[in-house]
């Protein structure tokens, strides 16, 4: 069937559903998030790997909540909201799980926050402090991961990442360089630049820190800084997002 | 048949060791060794690591004298990136670091020897500590919980935290000293000075009480080692090596402390985690030395302030003519080193430059290898990096103010030992006077050994045959 380029486009036609989150009583549109729609009214969910102005990943599992009527978990950050559906951000339950996530991230790699250039700056280290995780019952791995200082302004230290991807999607949705890939499977996933080269080798790389300005921890890091001394600047994307438009 | 003593663990100090004396057929004291019995590793896990980790990862090794590890590895760290740090920089490190020398000095002197001096070698254990010097004279507790007090609170007031401070980078340090807190720091030295001054005059009249100890207590011909400053005088950031012999000549003078390597060797011993540094021309163990207040005193040609000269002047009438060289006189030193660091501070907090706000060097590494050297309050502390292209560290070496300190502390146990203890009757009073010679050393053994955990010590008798006969544990 041709199309007629003169017409403007309808807007999609998009329903809103009413939802309850946490006993209130909620409109929101039906392609939002439960994420957004608890941001917008006010509720709070505690989140890691999401990041506004980025696609969704649902990796790091902070933002589970509870929907009545089904058994497991849901994370709020890549579940659509729907009609009649009921939210549950906080229980001791959803505590639990969140703590547990957090002791599973630290026990993972090596996350000494006192010698860390992002101690006091760092969003794992403020969530673990708010979800109020004072131990890690599980037994730390200590496996070594290397570092790369290769690149000439910025370092990656394997050690201090969890995964979340957020270098991935500033670089290919922001940047459009797709510097940052992940390798590996399970336990051994990495984030690599280009094919597993040395970051200061990179081809691809145009050097615009925006990873290093989206990442949560103390693994993607301006060089020179000292333990305590990294504070990223990640307040650009939502405004980068906005101005590009679809584009 | 002989018999083997072990002191273990041994008490109020810094870190965990022990003490095994060797009994002869007649009971008398043989030889005597003083373990360390931890082992933690620093070194080998800064490899790998981004140089500028460093001054807050080798300050990890020690809480209560982080403040000089920040020092040394810091000035490692310059000599990476290959600048000179901003005067200001200069000389706001060496605010730290003498407040550091205060409450570390502070620390030692009240909480935990002041009861072997107060209360007597001989009370009863269970009183010979800070509580007992509470009950006993409650103004010295409450001076000497004073005196570290102010100074953690300048250690707070210049980097944000008593301890650990981040504030000390590669390059300078990281904020400037604003003119409150300039204020803050100036109000808290008079007070600190008059406790300094009263606890200087009341050491001086018990020393008469402890001519045997000062005797006995490692007593014995050594070679000094510290810094001093280009001019002769008394230095704890910066400055040149000088070494004197026990004559008190100069042996080495104004050698750069980055050839330390030069003049210092490190041994092993199997039966210590601690190495054993010694003077290299001289070989080991001949190479001797000692570092620390005592070494400092005896190495200088002054102190700078008015307070300290006047005190280094009786302090140097003890043995006219030569080195101070018992070891019990490291108390002496440590309280006019006490005298003086608040006298220097006060110089340094009204010199003008001191609230510039041009207080840090950005540079990337530029040198493959970078050593650092200043005075902690138990003695030289070198930091020693290999960096590789990239700035990653491939080798650190740590040469701890305890370490250089180790073969003097052996020889000093045995020789308290020897004197004061006898293996047919043994006495809780004599074994503690075994300990005391460790105290006058103040070791700091968790960075010497990069040791971990609590604090105690053990005393144990062994005979001929290696079988423990006694053994005194806290």
């Given amino acids: 069937m041709a199309r007629h380029p003169a017409t403007p486009a309808a807007a999609p036609k998009v329903r809103v559903v009413t939802l309850k989150i946490d006993g209130h009583d909620i409109g929101a549109r039906e392609d939002e998030t439960i994420l957004n729609a608890a941001n917008d009214n006010g509720i709070r969910i505690p989140t890691l790997c999401y990041l506004e102005g980025l696609s969704e990943w649902g990796a790091c599992r902070m933002c589970v909540v509870e929907v009545a009527g089904s058994p497991k978990l849901m994370t709020a950050c890549s579940t659509r909201v729907a009609e009649g559906m009921e939210v549950t951000t906080n229980s001791d339950r959803l505590q639990r799980y969140r703590r547990t996530i957090l002791e599973l991230l630290f026990a993972e790699r090596n996350h000494i926050c006192s010698v860390c250039v992002s101690n006091g700056h760092c969003e794992l280290q403020s969530l673990a402090r708010a979800c109020g995780m004072d131990h890690v019952r599980v037994p730390y791995r200590n496996a070594a991961y290397a570092v790369d200082s290769s690149h000439d302004l910025f370092r990656i230290d394997q050690n201090r990442c969890i995964l979340c991807t957020r270098c991935v999607r500033v670089c290919d949705e922001i940047e459009g360089a797709h510097t940052w890939d992940v390798m590996g499977r399970g336990v051994d996933s990495q984030v690599i630049t280009d094919l597993n080269q040395p970051w200061g080798q990179s081809t691809s790389c145009t050097g615009c820190s925006k990873c290093v300005q989206v990442c949560p921890t103390g693994a993607l890091v301006k060089k020179g800084t000292a333990a305590g001394e990294m504070e990223k600047q990640g307040g650009f994307l939502p405004y980068l997002t906005e101005m590009r438009g679809n584009r | ?474």
């Fill in chain 2, 1 to 474: 048949m002989s018999r083997t003593i072990k002191i273990e663990p041994v008490s109020r100090i810094e870190g965990h060791a022990k003490i095994t004396l060797t009994l002869g057929d007649d009971g008398r004291v043989e030889d005597a060794r003083f373990h360390l019995t931890q082992f933690r590793g620093f070194e080998k896990f800064c490899e790998g690591r981004p140089f500028p980790e460093m001054p807050a990862l080798t300050a990890r090794t020690c809480g209560i004298c982080p403040v000089s590890h920040l020092v040394a590895s810091s000035k490692a760290c310059d000599h990476l990136l290959s600048v000179a740090i901003p005067v200001t920089a200069g000389k706001l490190r060496r605010l730290m670091n003498l407040a550091q020398l205060v409450q570390s000095h502070a620390l030692s002197y009240f909480h935990l020897s002041s009861a072997d001096l107060l209360l007597g070698m001989d009370s009863a254990p269970e009183q010979r500590n800070i509580f007992g010097i509470l009950a006993e004279n409650p103004q010295v507790a409450r001076d000497g919980i004073r005196l570290r007090q102010i100074g953690q609170t300048i250690i707070e007031i210049l980097g944000g935290k008593k301890i650990h401070p981040g504030w000390m980078v590669p390059g300078g340090v990281n904020a400037p000293l604003a003119e409150e807190q300039r204020q803050k720091i100036l109000a808290m030295i008079p007070e600190g000075l008059e406790i300094a001054k009263r606890t200087l005059s009341s050491f001086k009249a018990l020393v008469g009480r402890f001519s045997e100890e000062i005797e006995h207590l490692g007593n014995f011909p050594s070679m000094y080692l510290s810094l001093v400053s280009p001019e002769g005088g008394l230095e704890h950031y910066d400055g040149v090596f000088r070494i004197k012999n026990a004559e008190g000549a100069i042996v080495l003078d104004k050698v750069p402390l980055v050839d330390y390597a030069r003049i210092i060797g490190e041994a092993v011993e199997p039966f210590s985690y601690m190495k054993f540094p010694y003077y290299l021309p001289a070989g080991y163990p001949n190479g001797i030395y000692r570092v620390g207040p005592l070494a400092r005193l005896n190495n200088c040609d002054f102190c700078g302030t008015p307070l300290a000269d006047a005190a280094l002047e009786e302090f140097r009438a003890l043995q006219p003519g030569k080195p101070v060289s018992s070891s019990f006189h490291f108390h002496y030193a440590r309280l006019i080193e006490i005298v003086y660091g608040l006298e220097r501070m006060g110089q340094l907090l009204i010199d003008p430059e001191i609230t510039s706000t041009r207080v840090r060097a950005r540079a990337r590494g530029n040198n493959s290898e970078g050593i650092g050297v200043a005075e902690a309050p138990r003695g030289t502390l070198i930091h020693h990096y290999k960096t590789d292209a990239d700035g990653l560290m491939t080798w650190a070496n740590l040469i701890i103010a305890t370490g250089h300190n180790n073969l003097a502390m052996n020889r000093a146990v045995k020789q308290s030992a020897q004197h004061f203890v006898d293996g047919n009757d043994l006495k809780e009073g004599a074994l503690n006077r075994v300990e005391a010679v460790i105290r006058c050393y103040d070791p700091c053994l968790s960075c010497a050994s990069h040791a971990f955990g609590q604090m105690p010590l053990e005393i144990e008798l062994v005979d001929a045959s290696g079988e423990v006969v006694d053994r005194v544990t806290r």
